[in-house]
């Protein structure tokens, strides 16, 4: 079984990370495969980078040309993942909603601890489309940008604990989401300062993404997430190198999976 | 890696149907142990039945003396699953939420097709209160109970598929769930005749269990969920067999789980 | 008019205090019945405890011989409710919904006052079940376990005052609703505290079962609520002394009230 | 105990139905007193003389000059319930709400019949702000105007029996409540037909009201429903012969109950 | 163009000041007309006081014999818009949800800053019944009277800005609706203290009645707003000098604008 | 006053038939510029070609250099919206909001009558982001794809109005909003075959877009539609002619509007 990781932004080192925690628990004969976009931000925080980046993550998926299983969406709160599932065959699991999912099996409420304010209506907006804001406690804002977690992620974990903190104690979460990928790895700290388990959307997805895979799931095509309709599309790919010919059609007439 | 798999009802032939259904979809090394209760009903349709099966479960469970790394309770809509979340350590998976949440996954929205009326409400009931219901298009009842359907399972195709078809139709569900533990087996019908994705959700229990175990993660013992508190209960575990003194206590200082 | 009241836990003092509050709310010529159920808990904090004693309550009433026009259950928040209206003819009036009922009349929002945390999200649950929710102002724990409640009451007011009054500034409140059997009589102190009329869930279901009465109301027994199905029960009832030929049948086919 | 309560529209033949409707329900010992405002439209349709009616109904009960327990007012899905708790210090219960409450006290769901299409709205309106819509099932004309059904109950049961039934099979309603004061006398023949209670707001009301009242408990005043604010009222009350020197103050300082 | 805005209280000098916002933000050749009712109280702050504005309105607005082409209710969160849009054609705009669908185009939130506290209730109502409470983040009182405000705005400001940044900063604000007539003009104030928008609701009820009437928009009268029905109405309209005909039919048969 | 209209698709003509429908309902003095995407689909039918077209509106709009006080997104149920209001200081409207809330003000409900199947479900997201989804009584697909509708709108009003009247009848919906860009002309003939107003959202977006300009009133930068921060973004604006050294920073020091 092969899982494609896509990061949403165009930093290669978060790629990695992301990468080393899916492969962390994946299961044994399991490849994880990650994918850096080609174009867009260097980490994404608002709309506008989110927007850019789903395009730039449907881009470098479309355009990976081995067989694989089941494709991971690594932002949190970001858009695309419905464009994904049109395009693909296989499963597509978001870190958001995989973290929430799991989440809810182990608690009766979560938290989600995220970077900026900013982020904060993006992930409700996510989990709401989702149908799983129903048991969202709180989601909060460590008031750390995304670079500045990846750069030194020993310096984010008193403000991110601090926020756990308050999601247990004022907003009775009884589960904490880490609302970002580069998150990964604070879980152990924020469970001894809480003392209620955490969970890395990565992971999570991973778990998710096997299970559908095993099950012999895949997306319903039959109305929301059918195929794209056969149309000029102007500009598509749009990352340097594309072939010219793929790029009016969305190549959706090519098997994108194994 | 053990997981107990436990009938909500005393049909001994269901329990062994369940437990071949999930043993189907389990990983390697991965062992699936299904239980039966002691007491209560052949099988289940309705509240007083529900309710007394949430406590033969519970019972079953907490009489299993050796060691595992999850629960799956088999019962679609069936009350409970909380009850086991305080007394266990380790994971609870409920069939109807772990279909509902398997099914987001994979499609924007989802009917649930069950055995008899009177379960719709029991279903709806369950799901919103997992959070999970904001998605749920419909909840259809085949007319057919669960002991027609265990004995005769070809005959329900054709009642089953015509309400899936009209969950598609008429409510606009993208992916069926099927809403009784005796329906594993019909997916590949249901999908021909309607073309939508089909969730069992013993196999989606046991993708969820396995995961979480992966995950390393276990239930949130915070607040809902925590241990029962030390006190005098009469009549409890009640099934025959049972240890007297633990009887008074609930058992609830000794290990529940390797 | 006969009106049984029927305790959730096995403590018998409770009921008597109960039964002693429920008559003091009775009109004329209503003889109120305590009934304490033959196994369960001495008292019902969190989910295994609450199914243990929904099936200790249904198996208690359904061994009560006498003819009767209604049913209480005086468990705030617990489980069972559905069951007792499955098996009953009569009214069945759970404490919760009725307290929410009677505080939605004078008030445009309401407050429950319990005693633990882990009672919080059982209440919440139940009262979101009976559609009663969207006028909850909030629900808090007062941190006293109902055995400390019941042995001093007196030392208790203070932390039900407090909360109550954190109710009506903080949540906005305009009703409090006392949010456990044990906490009847202290409606004054929490009404000179806070301005507000307090509600006591066992004199709420009396003046609401005495009213079903009246109007010659009972359970719709179309779909949710209809008698259960005739079949093999095994273990039921399951108190000592039980007849065993109705066991395997749950006395279905027997008349239950007058 | 003495008990008003207030027909909507200035026809005084309905005024004189809806007290002996109350009056049959009402507990030995229990005085109903029928009042008809002294202006307003004939029957209430649609919001214009919805509002209208409010007004006139708080009119006709702060001229009423003797000591009352309690105030039913009897128009469904009418406008002003919320002014006359601020008015008055003795409890209000409008028929819309308490058929409702005491629908879902004896079912899962509820639908109401009423009588015009216009009404449909409003009614929804109502139990919505009233916290009470989660459980309803429906609402359905039957197309007959208040005055056709006043003028010839008998023909009007065809047409109610038929949205009733409706309900029942295609909203799955468990329990009908009756959309109009002048449908009272038609649950028998409804229950016949659908096979499930029905209820009668202006019965459930005097049950809801009487229990109150021997509850002890009153209108919140609190916040929403304190009385108003000593101010300047030019024309209120506004029928003709009030004192003049009250309209002015709207009478606030004066005792209004017994 | 002329666009009526109607006072929902009797001070004519609350009209002026009303009519002048109005007109500052008309466009060049859209008349303001400001109308006072005749009866009334000189400020509306409850439910009672609420409906007998709502009468007072309809009666003022019906009176007015020119032509006219959309009608501002100029109350926060006042009763009586679905009856001025049921006995007009024209399009009608209620201040409440004028504010509440402008603060929607510029940000995620809004918060209304009002008067009183008993005022909060009615706010939230409008807008939920209004379809429009999903993105209101908070109601906050200042606890000034209208009466204080109108007399001393000045000394106001302190208060709302108080509750404003509050808003904004606690409960995630992104914008800020006054919630007052009187409070026109504070808004520079607002925006300096928190730094987000502030909408007036006379001025934003302006731009849409203009909008409205250049789509050539008027209100549905399908179903809920359908012209009342031909019926003798008692009383009205009730101001003194009312011609004594129209009194009983509601001069519905009557063209009522342009 | 100059509006920019940005069309969703690459179809030039399209363009020009929104440009010209907008034009018709703007006041005089205000000049509007439609706008086409340099790349992206032909025409906007689902989530992936959405989300393309959400980076193409933007790169488009960004990349216009004169100054305008407002812009409308002219695709229906499309993505991209949040984008432009961090980009942008000066408003933003989207016609599916904008249809949505004209909708509102006319009436009780509203239906979207749309093309495809697969555009409803985007279309009830937005609305629900957008906090307006309440009072939406369905939203209806007539089949058509966005192209066959432009190509020959003549043979696509039976199909539109087919549907417009089961909204009216069957859903309840007491408004029509036209769910794509290119039914423009089509509001008399469902009027006249529904009774109901019909609401244009191009039309309806030029009526807001002219009030918030007038209003003064812009965007809220306090959280959600921050302006973008300061980083490396890869190939944006991605359209050729794009100055090179604005493509890293995203332009956002520029100014962007007069």
Redesign the interface.
């Known amino acids: 079984m092969r899982i494609l990781i896509v990061n949403v932004n165009?930093t290669a080192s978060m790629t990695d990370t992301i990468r080393a925690q899916a492969a962390a628990?994946a299961?044994p004969g399991v490849e994880i495969v990650g994918l850096t976009p080609?174009?867009?931000?260097?980490?994404v925080?608002?709309?506008?980078?989110?927007?850019?980046a789903?395009?730039?993550v449907?881009d470098r998926v479309v355009r990976y040309d081995e067989p694989y299983d089941a494709v991971i969406q690594a932002g949190y709160g970001e858009?695309?993942r419905?464009?994904l599932?049109?395009?693909l065959d296989v499963?597509v699991?978001d870190i958001t909603?995989a973290a929430a999912?799991?989440a809810?099996?182990?608690?009766?409420t979560y938290s989600v601890v995220t970077t900026l304010?900013?982020s904060?209506?993006?992930i409700e907006?996510r989990l709401?489309?989702?149908?799983?804001?129903?048991?969202c406690a709180s989601i909060r804002a460590s008031g750390l940008?995304v670079?500045e977690l990846d750069g030194n992620p020993g310096r984010a974990v008193d403000a991110i604990v601090a926020e756990a903190r308050k999601a247990?104690v004022d907003d009775?979460a009884?589960?904490i989401c880490l609302g970002c990928g580069g998150m990964a790895g604070l879980d152990r700290k924020i469970t001894a300062a809480?003392?209620?388990?955490v969970?890395d959307g990565v992971?999570?997805s991973v778990?998710?993404a096997?299970?559908?895979v095993?099950?012999g799931?895949?997306?319903?095509?039959?109305?929301?997430?059918?195929t794209?309709?056969s149309?000029?599309?102007?500009?598509?790919p749009?990352?340097g190198g594309f072939p010219h010919a793929a790029a009016s059609t969305?190549r959706r007439d090519e098997p994108r999976s194994r």
Chains 1, 2, 3, 4, 5, 6 share one sequence.
Do not use: C
């Not at 809810?104 to 009766?108: E, F, S, V, Y």
């Not at 809480?194 to 388990?197: E, K, L």
């Open positions: 165009t628990y299961s080609s174009f867009g931000p260097e980490s925080e608002g709309n506008f980078e989110s927007y850019l789903a395009v730039a449907m858009h695309g419905e464009g599932q049109e395009l499963p699991v909603e999912q799991v809810m099996l182990i608690g009766r304010e900013r904060v209506a993006q907006d709401r489309l989702a149908g799983l804001a129903g048991r940008s670079l247990v009775r009884e589960v809480t003392g209620v388990p969970v992971a999570a778990a998710l096997e299970g559908l095993r099950l799931l895949t997306t319903s095509k039959v109305r929301t997430y059918a794209p309709r149309k000029t599309v102007t500009g598509w749009i990352a969305g």
